[in-house]
């Protein structure tokens, strides 16, 4: 038996650090909003007639073998006897596993890159298991379980909602938190597409950062009522609900330069969300060509980042880069699934 399964790794457009609980349910007009990407995450299961679970990854180029009985207790949650392997055994567990098998993963997206990677990996795994046990799927619960997991291991305070989500329903996505549950809403239009993606150009830095380090001292800043924070946190939850407003009014020319404000926004949440290699190349840019905004990917600043800019200059932008060391993402956004 095989199971084969991919799923879209997100670019997030505006209202990070919005989907953590309970920000979301203490701030006005909060809305995250992020597109799925033709970046995908991939993930294939296979029947091993053994008692090993094998797990090759593309991206740590690396092939580890376990036994059925090394998943216990102990191992999973109180050691670090996985390693880098640790949340994707989680996952596993989830399943009680009882016949070998063989999983070959790839999370599509550049480690550190901000654009929420592993969440889409392990939310890829986590239908793939579901479909090779028979067992039952639904994508809140997906989420939630998925999402419990990657908490344990980041062991920073509780992750975002957000990320998990594009790789389970695709689409343009507006996500809003409630008591209890999280709303999901699809925004997907070709018109809305082709606006995006003529006016925004993703571009890999080449630094490997942790977002969450970032998002977790803004997090604590909020609470510790901070007014930097609190302020930059409220103009950001304003901006993306105008972004909604403007999407659902069909005023798409209004879209692009909100998630230029939002990326602006966000620089003041954290001093290192930017690094100053990004800040050169954007004084670089706006010195050449005007209406250029600089979004970095993930609510604390990931390697990745979106160039926000008119639609006529798209290619002459990429020859910029071309010159440095960075590296353009090409993507689409996916259709709903």
């Known amino acids: ?26 701030l006005e007009n909060v809305v995250t909003l992020n597109v799925a990407t033709s970046l995908k995450a991939k993930v294939e299961i296979e029947h091993l007639d053994s008692d090993e679970i094998i797990i090759e990854s593309k991206d740590y180029n690396s092939l580890r073998k376990y036994k059925l009985s090394d998943f216990t207790k102990q191992n999973l949650f109180y050691s670090d006897f996985f ?13 009680k596993i009882n016949k070998g098998i063989k ?17 889409s990996m392990g939310s890829t795994l986590y239908k793939a298991l579901c479909e090779f046990t028979g067992s039952d799927f639904e994508v809140h619960n997906a989420v939630q379980k998925v999402r419990g997991c990657e908490a344990r291991i980041l062991n920073q305070g509780v992750p975002g909602y957000q990320d998990y989500y594009p790789a389970l329903v695709g689409g343009i996505l507006a996500l809003k938190g409630e008591p209890g549950e999280i709303k999901l809403e699809q925004l997907y239009s070709e018109d809305l597409k082709k606006t995006l993606e003529s006016s925004l150009t993703l571009v890999y830095s080449g630094i490997s950062r942790n977002s969450g380090i970032n998002n977790w001292q803004v997090y604590k800043d ?9 302020r930059a946190l409220k103009e950001i939850a304003n901006i993306s609900h105008e972004t909604l407003m403007a999407i659902k009014d069909k005023k798409f020319s209004d879209v692009v330069p909100l998630i230029a404000k939002e ?19 954007a004084k670089k840019l706006g010195a050449d060509f005007s209406n250029i905004g600089i979004k970095m990917c993930g609510a604390g600043g990931g390697g990745c ?9 798209k290619d002459a932008i990429n020859k910029v880069l071309e010159k440095t060391q960075m590296k353009i993402l090409d993507f689409k956004i996916e259709k709903p699934l």
């Open 1 to 26: 038996m095989q199971v084969t399964n991919e799923g879209s790794v997100r670019v997030d457009l505006v209202g990070g650090t919005l989907d953590l609980d309970p920000i979301n349910l203490i």
């Open 83 to 95: 390693g880098p392997m640790s949340f994707v055994c989680q996952v596993i567990d989830l399943f």
């Open 103 to 119: 999983l070959t993963l790839s999370s599509g997206a550049p480690t550190g890159s901000g654009l929420g990677g592993s969440s």
């Open 222 to 230: 909020f609470f510790d009522k901070k007014a930097d924070t609190v």
């Open 263 to 281: 990326g602006e926004a966000r620089k003041s949440l954290c001093s290192t969300i930017v690094p100053s290699e990004v800040d050169l190349l």
């Open 305 to 313: 980042f979106l160039i926000t800019h008119k639609a006529t200059d």
